[in-house]
């Protein structure tokens, strides 16, 4: 594992997310948080990232940007080359179903659809038809190992199984980039290891870009590059490559 | 089906029993408002079906109902010589001279008084208005103290019926027939020989005058000259028209009474759905976080929740309509403030209720369900996504 300063981080090279001089700030009442101060850093086409750091520290905040979820006090944010925080409202959420997936630390699937109508969700924003979607929504379910649990329900499965139709859900589109807060945060670790090999999978034989926010070093060691946020300041870039 | 409408049609099944309430609460507020409706649409079918539209009634000038009204003979004389005026297949022009005088009569069940409408008519009186038929016994002969009654009054009315006699002007009137008048207002009067009840009543006028045109469109020059006539004090009105007049009074009561109480229920009705859709949009802010992420954008977020309020109307509106449907089985008998005689009409189910019906549901399901679908639509991303 190789320890560098952020400023050597930034290589200019295939870069598909760019954060310049991004700060972000939360009111409490009459009190302004800063959260993130004048953040710089690019993230490459094909990485696989883990963000991680204390609570509060801003991490979920730096991948709720990065996902246009939320958009910043100030700087710009500029995925595959496209300024998102210009983005109005309605085009801004165009672009993530086109453009993000999101893996949650809760699952978050619709409790009234099933696994298939879940990975189908996202799909309906696009101009698909009804066969095509359910094609592509059994194909997504079929890389992740859940071909035979397309009827379930949410509540009819493990909590393993559930992230992993919410992993489903998250490729169906063929997003440009994975975006997982606390992934295996509710999972044993037994499935958080089947958790995290697929993401590996999706990163090194699909080629996603994907940016995860955790806790546990023993996720993040899945990454093939560590960042740690510490009150709002990428103070140390650790570089971890897989063997 | 729309994935997205499938998601909000199981969410309505998921809290059963709150949509349940809601569902019940807006089908009643339904319902009272197509009753109203169907009170409202009996009563006019029931007058405006009295008149026929080839007929015309000739009444006193500014008298709105026959008991205010009266004709001489020597006016019913130049009336009865107009060329307009349809030949019967007795060689006989088509026309009733009428009288109608309002008695007393006590009710079977509630043992109370109510006005009956006695009318005496001409010989052509069948032949004028084809619409009535002898239904049971037979037609009242002509010069005798016979009578026939409507056949919403079988049984309503103490001793009307075949075969007894009713007291009144000072004289025994024996029943000997039933007439149908096909759910008319005529269904609820007593006809009687015209002359005989003169007498009795000791009246030397009409009380109205009923031709049959031989062409209904020489309706407006017969009009124009017997208005026009210094000899004659009359107004001559279409029958149809006639009796739809009868019906405004009542019907404008009960317009709005029973609109007044709709409007009350609805916005109780409403409330009920806002607290639903509120309680719906609160246990599911995960998921609208969640759909925002997806990409969903605010508008699909509001109509989700949109199409869940009006599902839960749409579905209070079915429940109401079976509902009123019973209700077609039901006789209303109500004083008819116009001519102050008593009238029997039906509930009457028709498609601009039904559609109404819906509208109003439906609006009631918008108001209901808006402010919960813009709280749901406004909701940031990231503290929908909180929640969870």
Redesign the interface.
């Given at each position: 594992m190789t320890v560098v300063h952020i400023s050597e981080a930034r290589t200019g090279e295939d870069v598909l997310i760019a954060l310049s001089d991004v700060s972000k700030s939360y009111r409490r009442g009459a009190q302004i948080v800063p959260v993130l101060a004048k953040l710089t850093f690019d993230i490459r086409r094909k990485e696989f990232l883990a963000l991680m750091g204390p609570s509060g520290s801003g991490k979920s905040t730096m991948l709720?940007l990065i996902?246009g979820?939320?958009s910043p006090d100030k700087g710009s944010i500029r995925v595959g080359g496209e300024d998102i925080t210009l983005l109005p409202?309605?085009e801004l959420?165009?672009?993530?179903?086109?453009n993000?997936g999101?893996i949650?630390q809760?699952y978050?699937l619709?409790?009234?659809?099933t696994a298939l109508?879940n990975v189908?969700?996202?799909l309906?924003?696009t101009s698909l038809g009804r066969r095509e979607r359910r094609d592509r929504a059994q194909l997504a379910l079929s890389l992740v190992g859940l071909s035979d649990r397309v009827k379930h329900l949410p509540s009819e499965l493990s909590g393993g199984q559930q992230q992993r139709v919410a992993i489903a859900?998250a490729i169906v589109t063929d997003p440009t980039v994975l975006v997982a807060d606390e992934p295996t945060g509710d999972l044993d670790r037994q499935s958080a290891k089947e958790v995290l090999e697929i993401m590996q999978r999706l990163n090194r034989d699909m080629g996603k870009t994907i940016v995860m926010v955790t806790h546990d070093h023993r996720a993040a060691a899945h990454a093939k590059r560590i960042m740690s946020l510490e009150k709002g300041d990428l103070s140390y870039l650790v570089e971890q490559r897989l063997e | 089906m729309p994935l997205l409408l499938s998601y909000s049609l199981r969410n309505l099944q998921e809290r059963k029993l709150t949509n349940f309430l809601t569902a019940t609460g807006m089908a009643l507020v339904v319902f009272v408002y197509a009753a109203v409706l169907m009170l409202d649409s009996g009563l006019k079918q029931t007058l405006v079906a009295t008149g026929e539209d080839t007929n015309i009634i000739l009444v006193r000038r500014s008298a709105e109902v026959e008991i205010q009204s009266m004709i001489d003979r020597r006016q019913a004389r130049i009336i009865e010589s107009q060329p307009e005026i349809m030949i019967g297949a007795e060689g006989a022009p088509l026309i009733s001279k009428e009288v109608a005088v309002l008695i007393s009569q006590q009710r079977r069940k509630s043992r109370q008084a109510s006005n009956l409408l006695i009318r005496g008519v001409g010989p052509a009186a069948l032949a004028v208005r084809p619409q009535v038929r002898i239904a049971e016994g037979r037609m009242f002969r002509q010069g005798s103290n016979e009578i026939v009654i409507g056949r919403a009054l079988a049984g309503r009315f103490e001793d009307v019926e075949i075969g007894s006699s009713l007291r009144f002007a000072q004289r025994d009137w024996r029943i000997v027939g039933r007439f149908d008048a096909g759910g008319s207002g005529f269904d609820s009067e007593i006809w009687g020989d015209s002359e005989q009840l003169m007498q009795s009543f000791r009246r030397d006028f009409f009380s109205s005058i009923t031709v049959r045109l031989a062409d209904r469109s020489g309706f407006d020059a017969l009009k124009a000259r017997l208005e026009a006539d210094p000899r004659l004090t009359i107004e001559a009105k279409r029958e149809r028209t006639f009796y739809e007049e009868q019906s405004r009074l009542l019907s404008g009561f009960i317009q709005m009474l029973g609109l007044t109480l709709s409007g009350m229920f609805s916005l109780g009705a409403v409330i009920g759905a806002t607290i639903t859709m509120y309680a719906a949009v609160a246990s599911r802010m995960m998921e609208v976080g969640v759909l925002r992420a997806l990409g969903f954008r605010r508008s699909r977020i509001l109509i989700a929740f949109l199409v869940e309020a009006l599902l839960l109307a749409l579905i209070g509106w079915a429940v109401a309509i079976l509902l009123a449907s019973l209700m077609t089985q039901v006789k209303i008998t109500t004083l008819n403030w116009t001519s102050l005689s008593e009238l029997a009409f039906r509930f009457v189910l028709t498609p601009g209720i039904v559609l109404r019906s819906l509208v109003f549901a439906l609006i009631m399901g918008f108001l209901g369900g808006f402010l919960p679908a813009v709280r749901a639509a406004r909701m940031k991303i990231v503290d929908a996504l909180r929640v969870a």
């Open positions: 709720n996902a979820i939320d409202e309605a959420a165009d672009w993530r179903a086109a993000v999101f949650f809760f978050n619709m409790p009234v659809l109508e189908e969700l996202p309906t924003l859900r | -």
